[in-house]
């Protein structure tokens, strides 16, 4: 039979694994221990030489089953699901690097993410910021103890899109682990696994669940990169298959030793959610593309961010990669013009700090999310005080231009 399609595929997984009674979603189980017969089956399990759970901090099988969609969403080897995105990244890396190791990471980054990479270069692992839209800032930051890079597919608020191809091509020559955090692109509009990437982030929370009702985050080892060559993975982890060791070692370091383990009742609403996540996404990509080109004609908005619009930087790069544009776009307000008072007179569009939900939410940035961060980081990562970040939902496009029209009159 052909490989079905990414929706068929995604529909008819829990379904395809057999569960009780013929259920079509997998159940919530909540139980945190199992219980076994023979007790020696229960050893064999300790010791990696028997399927099957043994403790809820590692192993549920609601997770499971949504960690499968996400392998089969990212055509992967194995995921391993967290509480949130940032426990997934967190745990990554601690499971990872050691005191002494290197990352390159793309400047343009989420702002808890570049405040966890703060946090790793306190324990000794240097963090170097690069503007990864051009794979020659990558390269000339690499040295000799350089382990891993990491980007961001589409970067939030100011929407640049990595050099993801040459970045991929010089991590391979280069024996270099290379992460691709997919969450403003979702597993529908891009797949990192065919620019080479090792590992690939996604937070569950954004456009895979889609509904803002559950939190939730994955990696997932895409099958691109030589696990022998990677001298951080323990002797113990050494074992079977080396497509799968640094997956291995994510989940035991991870989740047995830093416990950020997804719940089963997250599990089943991000499961649910991601069931429609392609007719979400081209709706809010479509919405979108209507709101930033309006923005970028209108005369209080000084510029607008969106890879779809012919004026930026990498909007070319951005069709090439992408099966769409996005559906996150920002603007800088025209002096004068207040982002306080636009937001405040939208109607629809809700002042908050999620995105990816099926609502359209707005947020002030240098005032809330970069605020922390100070104005010399927020002027290098491009953040004017005036600029706005969209996170364009599904709603009727004149219901959303209309806010817009009204909150810029
Ligand atoms: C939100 C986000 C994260 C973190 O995800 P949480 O689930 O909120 O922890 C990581 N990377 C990107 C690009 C994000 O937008």
Not at 140 to 168: C, H, M, W, Y
Request: one cysteine or more; aromatic letters at 8%; charged letters at 20%.
């Amino acid at each position: 039979m052909a490989k079905k399609g990414f929706t068929t595929t995604n529909l008819h997984s829990d379904r395809k694994s057999k569960p009780e009674h013929g259920v079509l979603h997998k159940a919530v189980h909540p139980s945190v221990a199992y219980g076994y017969d023979d007790a020696r089956h229960l050893a064999e399990v300790f010791q990696g030489k028997r399927a099957g759970y043994n403790y809820g901090r590692q192993l549920n099988p609601t997770v499971t089953a949504l960690q499968d969609r996400i392998t089969a969403m990212e055509d992967g080897v194995a995921s391993v699901a967290f509480a949130t995105g940032m426990a997934a990244i967190a745990s990554t890396m601690l499971s990872l690097l050691r005191q002494g190791d290197h990352v390159v990471s793309s400047a343009f980054l989420f702002g808890n993410t570049n405040s966890f990479f703060g946090t790793l270069q306190l324990l000794g692992i240097e963090v170097s910021f690069v503007d990864a839209t051009d794979v020659a800032e990558v390269e000339a930051a690499i040295t000799e103890r350089t382990k891993l890079v990491f980007v961001e597919t589409i970067a939030n608020p100011v929407t640049q899109v990595a050099d993801l191809s040459a970045i991929g091509e010089l991590c391979k020559q280069r024996g270099l682990v290379y992460c691709v955090d997919n969450t403003m692109t979702s597993p529908h509009l891009f797949s990192p696994k065919t620019v080479g990437a090792s590992l690939i982030v996604n937070s569950l929370t954004k456009y895979i669940g889609g509904h803002g009702n559950a939190l939730g985050g994955a990696i997932t080892d895409a099958g691109n990169y030589d696990w022998e060559a990677f001298d951080n993975i323990l002797d113990t982890y050494r074992k079977g298959d080396a497509k799968l060791w640094g997956i291995t070692q994510i989940k035991k370091k991870g989740l047995r030793d830093m416990g950020a383990s997804l719940g089963p009742e997250a599990a089943h609403h991000l499961a649910v959610g991601s069931e429609t996540l392609p007719m979400r996404m081209d709706r809010a990509c479509a919405n979108a593309q209507a709101l930033a080109e309006f923005c970028s004609n209108h005369a209080k908005v000084k510029n607008t961010f969106y890879p779809g619009l012919e004026s930026h930087p990498q909007h070319q790069r951005a069709k090439q990669l992408f099966k769409n544009f996005g559906a996150i776009f920002s603007i800088d307000l025209e002096s004068g013009v207040d982002c306080f008072d636009v937001l405040n007179r939208m109607d629809t569009i809700v002042a908050s700090s999620n995105l990816g939900d099926t609502r359209s939410l707005a947020i002030p940035v240098a005032h809330t999310i970069y605020y922390e961060m100070g104005p010399e980081r927020r002027a290098s990562m491009g953040v004017a005080d005036s600029m706005i970040r969209f996170s364009v939902g599904i709603e009727d496009t004149e219901d959303l231009l209309e806010d817009f029209q009204r909150a810029l009159a």
